[in-house]
């Protein structure tokens, strides 16, 4: 038959993908459920096994199911992941689709606005997370800048998840891997590892009090200064303006 046959044609296996992902977009399939089997959603568009198995491919990739051959049961909805924007912001980076420039630009907006969010919202319980944080991040000091690195991360995932807004915790923590990589050679080679691990451990001090103050302009400006003060001299000067206006945006101030 013309309509099942065993080549796939994106013509007709992108209405399964767009059935699945418009399914999951209103509710229809949530996670934990079984889409047809193969043998069912063959009948069910009448196209042939290749391009539902295409389909299928394709929505693994994206995360979004998960299939065994053979699998009676149908594939199984997976609940929604950020891992395909990571590996999209990863590969834009790669290649140079997206430069350092580009990344801090957006952390000194995201990165601000984590800030003041957590300023009005946290709590006393994410407080103490955060001071434990800190602890760990003093300790890390001696133990090498991979280990300072990840704790330094989880402070900045901690400050996002207290200021409660979904997707500014998802951009900063997909931001912040992508400027790491780039950076990563920077700073492994760098003679003054230990003053910019000190220099980072007296920033994230400042960012706690103004949030233990729920002092949100302040939070969000220190935020915007911390990172002009890292990176700009890695950026062209023209981003390097860009970067002072941001600063100046908040009230904060550009070194001279």
Do not use: W
Request: with cysteine; glycine share 8%; net charge negative.
């Amino acid at each position: 038959m013309t309509g099942k046959a065993d080549s796939p044609d994106e013509r007709v296996f992108q209405r399964v993908i767009d059935y699945v992902q418009h399914g999951i977009a209103v509710g229809e399939l949530k996670p934990g459920d079984r889409l047809p089997s193969e043998r069912e959603l063959v009948d069910r568009f009448g196209i042939g096994r290749a391009s539902i198995r295409e389909a299928l491919r394709v929505l693994e990739n994206m995360e979004l199911v998960r299939s065994q051959p053979r699998d009676p049961r149908g594939p199984l909805v997976l609940p929604t992941s950020v891992g395909p924007m990571r590996r999209s912001i990863a590969m834009l980076t790669a290649t140079g689709g997206l430069g350092l420039a580009d990344l801090v630009q957006f952390r000194m907006i995201a990165d601000a606005s984590a800030n003041l969010l957590a300023a009005a919202r946290r709590t006393d319980e994410q407080l103490l997370g955060l001071e434990r944080n800190m602890a760990r991040m003093r300790e890390c000091m001696n133990l090498g800048y991979a280990e300072f690195s990840q704790a330094d991360m989880e402070f900045h995932e901690l400050v996002a998840e207290a200021g409660g807004n979904k997707l500014v915790q998802v951009y900063g923590d997909v931001t912040r891997e992508a400027v790491l990589r780039l950076i990563h050679r920077t700073i492994v080679e760098a003679d003054d590892q230990p003053a910019l691990m000190l220099q980072s451990v007296r920033h994230h001090r400042a960012v706690f009090a103004a949030i233990a103050d729920q002092d949100g302009l302040r939070a969000s400006r220190l935020a915007r200064e911390s990172l002009y003060s890292y990176y700009a001299d890695h950026v062209s000067s023209a981003d390097r303006a860009i970067m002072a206006d941001l600063v100046r945006e908040c009230g904060g101030t550009v070194p001279s």
